[in-house]
């Protein structure tokens, strides 16, 4: 069984807590201790980004992080090595590599999948990488034993929605805005809607992402979903922290309200 199925295995029906943070964000040596202060305060599985210079899909938040993240040497070789370090003392919390596809395609899938499996990442979530362009990176991550996450929208069909649970695996990432991540306000009413639909399609656990910013935005989506990711407004706080101490703090403050509201439903 897989470490993300064991995961939501053992929650038992209470909601997923999924924060993500860049790798090297606000620099490279506060990386892995933010991963363990995110454990301590409440999350079920991390998302680690892997920055990237053009992030088409993320806000000016996650656009600027991953800036800083490149600026101080951080790439896709450095974020795997992170993970290999959290794994050192953490084999229990799933880690999800978040990005884009060209920097996996400059590493070369085999090299990509092996490094990660070897650092100990359970799944990889690739913003512009859709089920069909994907079966040579499904069946590499298959034969790892690790899974690619998948993204539905309010824009997705019903066809192509059954065509990505279809394919779909770990869990089903539903992108609740229309726009980049951390615009807009957030409609959950409209998201609950659309997240009955998935259902539909699928059994797998749905987390939802992009607009999620704060404890009442939290709540309302995890209406229906299994799972909420949380992602700007964290990273933001995160990029005034000059020490790990700041950070460990920040993360504190920030993530224990929403796990204590989330674990009340």
């Known amino acids: 069984m897989s470490l993300l199925k064991t995961t939501f295995t053992k929650l038992s029906g209470k909601k997923a807590l999924i924060p993500f943070v860049t790798a090297g964000h606000p620099n490279a040596d506060m ?25 088409m899909a993320d806000g000016p938040v996650i656009q600027h992080a ?34 884009y596809l060209n920097p996996v395609e400059c590493m070369g899938y085999t090299e990509f999948v092996a490094a990660a499996q070897d650092a100990g990442a359970d799944a990889v979530l690739l913003v512009d ?13 298959k034969q790892a034993d690790m899974e690619q996450i998948f993204l539905i929208a309010p824009t997705t069909t019903e066809e192509r929605k059954q065509m990505i649970c279809q394919h779909a695996n770990g869990f089903v ?23 009955q639909s998935v259902r539909k399609h699928t059994d797998l656990p749905i987390a939802v992402g992009f607009g999620v910013k704060d404890t009442q935005s939290a709540i309302a989506v995890a209406e229906q979903a299994d799972a909420v990711v949380i992602g700007s407004a964290l990273v933001n706080l995160l990029d005034q922290c000059q020490s790990i101490i700041e950070a460990e703090k920040a993360i504190d403050a920030f993530i224990k309200p929403i796990r204590t509201a989330l674990d009340s439903l």
Do not use: W
């Open 31 to 55: 990386t892995v201790g933010i991963m363990h202060q995110l454990v301590k305060s409440g999350a079920d599985v991390i998302e680690l980004g892997v920055p990237f210079s053009d992030p």
């Open 129 to 141: 990488s859709p089920p069909e362009e994907s079966t040579e990176l499904l069946e590499l991550l």
């Open 173 to 195: 990432y539903y992108v609740a805005l229309k726009g980049v991540t951390g615009s807009a306000n957030l409609d959950s009413h409209a998201v609950n809607k659309d997240l």
């Open 66 to 99: 991953s800036e800083r993240a490149i600026a101080t040497g951080t790439g896709i070789r450095e974020t795997i090595a992170m993970v290999k370090q959290f794994r050192i003392q953490n084999q229990s919390t799933p880690v999800v590599l978040m990005g």
